[in-house]
């Protein structure tokens, strides 16, 4: 009988432990497919989430920062991430700086953005730019410019603080979440969406706009000393952050940066430095600068409210020799640590060569890149800039980039030339270019092609038809040229990177530079054979 109680016990127990595991298994299970669909979940919410450069990528490239690099805090609204040139500051001033800005920035995001970012970053001078109440004088964003300004960031107290203070509060819950924002851009998805190229170290928040609008007459706005007022919530975050920083006891600049602005938002700009004066924090109004930076509203703004590239050259420039007269802040050029700014500064030189070289209409233009001399025009050197003559700066752009690797300090630039079937009188000028190249005049034959490498060239045929794998440190480039299918008297010659194809013209000489810096083609554009002009 005992024997019977203690088998009963036991099975019991047995069962007992059984109902245990299988409840711990359900438990695991469960735990799993949380665990699964809060992975999806953060994969979605990123892959949709909008790769913009006017706030989101800047916060997001911020957090791939070392900790304690970032000397300069450049904080505001797109007059920074378009006009605040870092490779400018690094190669003239040796700043690590970096552009922590977002579209139409309001002070209460600015605040946020500064909390976030010494999290990991203890700067010697922040410098806030303060144009957006007199642009857009809004409590709350729209939703498009709230998610730039919010979505960024990584989801802790500060995103949170920042979006309840930027949104309607009938808004906030479904804001909260961005895929609610985003989950629409399911058929705008590209390859960068997946990839993020510009989601690293490297990049220091800095996007610059091509283009110009001309205006005949700079703002007239050096004489105006009203005041209007800015909101009481603009007001009251400007005094937050000023006295945030003070505890934090980091410097703090103000800076009005140029564009084409009235008399009004010059008046709400006096305003906010009447509340600079009060907490002895410095100001720059660079509207009323204009001549010390040399600025020429018929050249250098992108539109009212934007300098292009010529501008912001000049601008980056004033500004960076200020802030290293003002401020103690040490030179890191020298310093391994800091490589990933000489890279950053290295790209934005060679998209300004990109840039530069897709204006040269006149042959002789482009010859004379390859042949000044490098010395005279050596990396890190603006002093054309500095002395704002706007020709003597576009050639500076080209040269500081072309010469240096046209004469073998490196193989960024690959050189494709075509010969055209119909190239038979050959002007004095293009041949002088093809020379300056390293093109003989007995190498001149008709379907000739060439590619050139550090000023040397790497392949030469006077085949008809071939196929020719160019080597580059990401892959390699396919340069072709195949019979017409209908036509066997016709030749089509290509470059093939990837799935991008570039067609070479029939007629006259064809070139085509590829930047190894930048990953893509920089300039195409062909030659009749009798005329000195470039056609694109």
């Known amino acids: 009988m005992m024997f ?16 245990m595991n299988s409840r711990l298994k359900n438990a695991l299970k469960l735990i799993l497919i949380a665990v699964i669909f809060i992975g999806v979940y953060f994969f979605i919410d990123r892959l949709f989430l909008l790769k913009s450069k006017e706030g989101i990528l800047q916060m997001h490239s911020l957090y791939k920062q070392d900790e304690n690099t970032v000397d300069v805090l450049f904080v505001g609204s797109s007059h920074i991430f378009i006009h605040v040139n870092n490779g400018i500051l690094w190669e003239e001033q040796g700043l690590s700086s970096y552009d922590l800005a977002s579209a139409e920035q309001p002070f209460w995001i600015s605040y946020y953005y500064i909390k976030e970012a010494l999290k990991t970053q203890k700067p010697k001078l922040i410098v806030l730019d303060i144009t957006t109440p007199g642009v857009r004088p809004v409590d709350f964003q729209p939703e498009n410019w709230m998610a730039t300004n919010n979505y960024g960031f990584k989801y802790n107290k500060n995103y949170y603080d920042a979006l309840k203070s930027n949104t309607l509060e009938q808004s906030f819950r479904r804001l909260l979440i961005p895929l609610n924002s985003m989950h629409g851009r399911y058929n705008d998805l590209r390859e960068e969406d997946f990839t993020d190229p510009d989601n690293s170290k490297v990049y220091k928040g800095f996007d610059s706009r091509e283009g110009t609008t001309v205006f005949e007459e700079a703002p007239a706005v050096k004489g105006i000393t009203g005041r209007e007022p800015i909101s009481e919530k603009e007001e009251k975050y400007l005094r937050i952050l000023i006295e945030y920083l003070k505890e934090e006891n980091i410097p703090l600049l103000l800076v009005s940066s140029p564009y084409v602005l009235d008399a009004k938002s010059q008046a709400k700009f006096n305003t906010i430095f009447d509340i600079a004066d009060e907490y002895q924090v410095p100001y720059v109004d660079f509207n009323k600068l204009y001549d010390e930076l040399k600025l020429d509203f018929t050249k250098d703004m992108q539109e009212d409210l934007h300098l292009n590239k010529m501008g912001n050259a000049k601008y980056s420039s004033y500004l960076g020799k200020y802030i290293k007269d003002n401020y103690d802040i040490e030179d890191h050029r020298a310093d391994e640590k800091y490589a990933s700014w000489d890279e950053f500064a290295n790209f934005l030189r060679q998209d300004n060569a990109r840039f530069y070289m897709s204006q040269i209409s006149d042959i002789n233009v482009y010859k004379d890149l390859f042949l000044d001399n490098y010395e005279n025009v050596k990396m890190g050197n603006y002093k054309e800039f500095i002395k704002g003559d706007s020709e003597a700066i576009d050639t500076y752009i080209a040269q500081s980039s072309l010469t240096k690797y046209f004469y073998g300090d490196s193989n960024n630039y690959t050189v494709f030339v075509q010969i055209g079937p119909d190239v038979v009188n050959i002007s004095d000028d293009l041949h002088s270019l093809l020379n300056t190249l390293g093109i003989p005049e007995e190498s001149l034959r008709p379907l000739e092609a060439m590619v050139f490498k550090g000023g040397k060239c790497i392949y030469d045929t006077g085949d008809k038809a071939f196929r020719k794998s160019i080597d580059r440190s990401c892959g390699s480039l396919l340069f072709a040229r195949e019979e017409d299918e209908y036509d066997e008297a016709r030749y089509h010659t290509r470059l ?41």
Request: net charge negative.
């Open 4 to 19: 019977e109680e203690k088998k009963n016990y036991f099975d019991l127990f047995d069962h007992r432990a059984g109902d």
């Open 496 to 536: 093939q990177i990837l799935n991008e194809k570039h067609e070479f013209s029939e007629s006259g000489i064809s070139f085509l530079i590829y930047d190894e810096s930048l990953k893509r083609v920089v300039d195409e554009f062909h030659i009749e054979d009798a005329g000195s002009e470039i056609q694109r």
